[in-house]
């Protein structure tokens, strides 16, 4: 089944403490990026990646690294999180740049800072 | 520079009435539009997009979208609202010369009564 993964669905966790949220796509998705979803804002994108080695930021990349080492992978690290990081996280892929294509979403992670 | 404008944050509508979204978008190029619907507690799923090709977008599930570059407005309809149709919904949209760059609006929650 063609799908976009993501661990942990849920995390919660303290202030300072990395970690590193997985996503992975199996659909030889050229294209993939991070959203954090807020209340009130829709989906905010974080960092996009046109291929591997190739990653760029979206417009929230503050507190984030990616990595964009495979095709199929592209981790969000939070080097030292903060309780503003606590949000609603989706992963998509899609087959082209992107901006013409659909994306396809991941089930979201939930994380808390404490 | 992209952004996007939900005009309405909640739309409440009766069974089997019709429905509309309205969303204004701001391009420096040719955009590309999307609509995406959240049913609570899931991912994200395309309903329709736009690419500059016919003006008059179908989607799935009845749902369509008409682009009017005068207005700079992409609003979505439906002829007739289902229960099934309560969700959220976001309007995306993408600068030609923004490779990879997503804005959302902030959502529009659909309530349908019976």
């Known amino acids: 089944e063609a799908q976009v993964t993501q661990n942990p669905r849920y995390l919660i966790t303290v202030t300072g403490k990395k970690l590193t949220v997985t996503c992975s796509q199996n659909?030889?998705?050229?294209?993939m990026s991070w959203y954090r979803q807020d209340p009130g804002l829709g989906l905010r994108q974080i960092y996009y990646?046109?291929?591997?080695?190739?990653?760029d930021k979206g417009d929230v990349p503050e507190g984030y690294k990616v990595s964009r080492k495979e095709k199929r992978n592209f981790p969000l690290i939070l080097e030292s999180p903060s309780p503003n990081q606590t949000s609603l996280y989706f992963c998509?892929?899609?087959?082209?740049?992107?901006?013409?294509?659909?994306?396809?979403f991941g089930p979201g992670t939930r994380l808390t800072v404490t | 520079a992209q952004s996007v404008t939900q005009l309405d944050s909640h739309v409440s509508v009766s069974e089997g009435t019709p429905v509309l979204l309205r969303c204004n978008y701001s391009s420096s190029y040719s955009p590309s539009l999307f609509w995406y619907v959240q049913h609570p507690n899931k991912g994200l799923q395309l309903l329709l997009k736009y690419t500059s090709a016919a003006t008059l977008v179908k989607g799935i599930n009845g749902f369509e979208a008409e682009f009017k570059k005068s207005e700079t407005s992409f609003h979505l309809t439906k002829p007739s609202a289902h229960m099934s149709d309560a969700a959220e919904y976001f309007c995306?949209?993408?600068?030609?010369?923004?490779?990879?760059?997503?804005?959302f609006g902030a959502g529009t929650q659909v309530v349908v009564t019976p």
């Open positions: 998509a892929s899609s087959g082209t740049s992107g901006s013409l294509s659909e994306q396809y």
């Open positions: 659909m030889n998705h050229e294209y």
């Open positions: 990646s046109m291929n591997v080695e190739v990653t």
């Open positions: 995306v949209v993408s600068d030609g010369d923004s490779w990879g760059k997503f804005q």
